[in-house]
Each structure stands twice: as structure tokens, then as C-alpha cells.
Nanobody, 123 residues
């Protein structure tokens, strides 16, 4: 069992940066691949970024490639999402998720989810 708690969301202006954190409970955090998803009002939840259990492999959606970076610190049971050059279309609730499978990018492949943190990009 893994429990996930996101933090770091907020209201920012276009072009600003934010760093989201996801703290995980449980001693098996390092054995899970981790991902970030987001869901805007009226839209389906979509993949943003993922990272392997070791941290050596990362994946990003085309819409955030070059702007967002995912990383993890297994000693702190935490995964991060650094978001730069934010755009209004990045506005959504961001969710952290854990998967026992490597390299997966779909909602159904993730086993555990956090409660989400709101990110709003507006001038």
C-alpha cells in the first residue's frame, strides 16, 4: 500500500514556475514508477510525466516537453514536478500516481493516486 500526498500548487502568472511535490508513505516507494497526471475542468485526466523507480528514465507528454521536469528522491520518498514557462492551458488539478509497471503513461496502469493539487495559470 502506498499513500500519496501532493503539495505545491497555487495561482501563478503565465511564464512563472512552480514545483510540485508528492510525498509517499511506505517503505516500498523506491520500487514504484511514479507519474504525474492532470485534469482540467470538463476534460479527461491526462498524462504529464513519469519516472522510473531508479530515476534514470523519464517520460514527458509533448505538451510539456522542454518545460516540465520530473525527478525523485528515494531517500525522502518524494517525487517532484518542476514546471517552468507555465501557460494558461496548464491550468488543472495535478495528481501524483504510483505504478508497479515501468514506462507506463495511461491512467489505468497506475495503482495508487494522491488527492491532487490545483495549479492555476492566469494573468
Amino acid at each position: 500500500q502506498v499513500q500519496l500526498v501532493e503539495s505545491g500548487g497555487g495561482l501563478v502568472q503565465p511564464g512563472d514556475s512552480l514545483r510540485l511535490s508528492c510525498a509517499a508513505s511506505g517503505r516500498t516507494f523506491s520500487s514504484y514508477a511514479m507519474g504525474w497526471f492532470r485534469q482540467a475542468p470538463g476534460k479527461e485526466r491526462e498524462f504529464v510525466s513519469a519516472i522510473s523507480w531508479s530515476g534514470y528514465s523519464t517520460f514527458h507528454a509533448d505538451s510539456v516537453k522542454g518545460r516540465f521536469t520530473i525527478s525523485r528522491n528515494n531517500a525522502k520518498n518524494t517525487v517532484y514536478l518542476q514546471m517552468n514557462s507555465l501557460k494558461p492551458e496548464d491550468t488543472a488539478v495535478y495528481y501524483c500516481a504510483a505504478s508497479s509497471q515501468a514506462g507506463v503513461t495511461t491512467v489505468h496502469d497506475y495503482d495508487y493516486w494522491g488527492q491532487g493539487t490545483q495549479v492555476t495559470v492566469s494573468s
